[in-house]
């Protein structure tokens, strides 16, 4: 009785891989919506925009469906957080910086997935030339942070999801960076909860 259960769970497990290796095939990359990042507020809270800097042409060439927004931003105290958004038309947009950053050089290190205020956050270290950055970023709108940005493994996640709950995957990047230093850290939460609301406002209105 016992080895026929075995055999009727081995069966089970059997079909179930070969339904979800046929439903992964099959099933249509999901994409997202881009969301209108040319609206962002230049001034949110305590931090106000002090420069505007250009998206690098060779990064805009790579990346054509998307649209860049690369800002800096500072409170009363002098601390300045530097904030990337990245919208577009296909998840390839979305390329992973854990690809791009040493790819220019720089050496990431310290890896974690924070948790600030219910959003998870990939952060890591990198470091150049004897500089050092703290780098948090998450796809807002609906993010596995273990899942790589731009791979086929995120495009079949989220077109599964869009299936099975009717929601579909995030459309906005956020990126934060400021210097590595004492408090740092803090500095970087305290952006990413002031803006965390228009961010999410954004996605809101796409979905």
Same mark, same amino acid.
């Given at each position: 009785?016992?080895?026929?259960?075995?055999?009727?769970?081995?069966?089970?497990?059997?079909?179930?891989?070969?339904?979800?290796?046929?439903?992964?095939?099959?099933?249509?990359?999901?994409?997202?919506? &881009?969301?209108?990042?040319?609206?962002? &507020?230049?001034?949110?809270?305590?931090?106000?925009?002090? *420069?505007?800097?250009?998206?690098?042409?060779?990064?805009?060439? *790579?990346?054509?469906?998307?649209?860049?927004?690369?800002?800096?931003?500072?409170?009363?105290?002098?601390?300045?957080?530097?904030?990337?958004?990245?919208?577009?038309?296909?998840?390839?947009?979305?390329?992973?910086?854990?690809?791009?950053?040493?790819?220019?050089?720089?050496?990431?290190?310290?890896?974690?997935?924070?948790?600030?205020?219910?959003?998870?956050?990939?952060?890591?270290?990198?470091?150049?030339?004897?500089?050092?950055?703290?780098?948090?970023?998450?796809?807002?709108?609906?993010? /596995?942070?273990?899942?790589?940005?731009?791979?086929?493994?995120?495009?079949?996640?989220?077109?599964?999801?869009?299936?099975?709950?009717?929601?579909?995957?995030?459309?906005?990047?956020?990126?934060?960076?400021?210097?590595?230093?004492?408090?740092?850290?803090?500095?970087?939460?305290?952006?990413? /909860?002031?803006?965390? &609301?228009?961010?999410?406002?954004?996605?809101?209105?796409?979905?």
């Amino acid at each position: 009785m016992q080895q026929r259960r075995y055999s009727f769970l081995i069966c089970a497990l059997l079909l179930l891989g070969l339904g979800a290796n046929l439903g992964f095939g099959r099933l249509k990359f999901a994409t997202p919506h &881009p969301v209108p990042i040319e609206n962002f &507020p230049r001034h949110i809270g305590d931090w106000v925009c002090v *420069a505007d800097d250009p998206v690098d042409p060779a990064v805009q060439k *790579a990346l054509p469906t998307a649209t860049i927004i690369q800002r800096e931003y500072r409170d009363p105290l002098g601390h300045v957080v530097t904030l990337e958004l990245i919208t577009g038309k296909s998840y390839d947009d979305f390329h992973d910086p854990n690809v791009c950053f040493p790819a220019q050089g720089w050496t990431l290190f310290d890896h974690k997935i924070l948790n600030w205020n219910g959003q998870e956050v990939n952060f890591m270290k990198a470091t150049l030339n004897g500089y050092t950055e703290d780098f948090a970023y998450y796809l807002a709108g609906g993010y /596995l942070a273990q899942i790589p940005m731009g791979g086929i493994a995120q495009k079949k996640f989220y077109a599964w999801r869009k299936l099975l709950t009717g929601e579909g995957g995030g459309s906005l990047v956020v990126r934060m960076s400021n210097t590595e230093g004492p408090g740092s850290v803090d500095v970087l939460k305290r952006f990413a /909860l002031t803006i965390q &609301p228009i961010v999410n406002a954004l996605v809101k209105e796409k979905r």
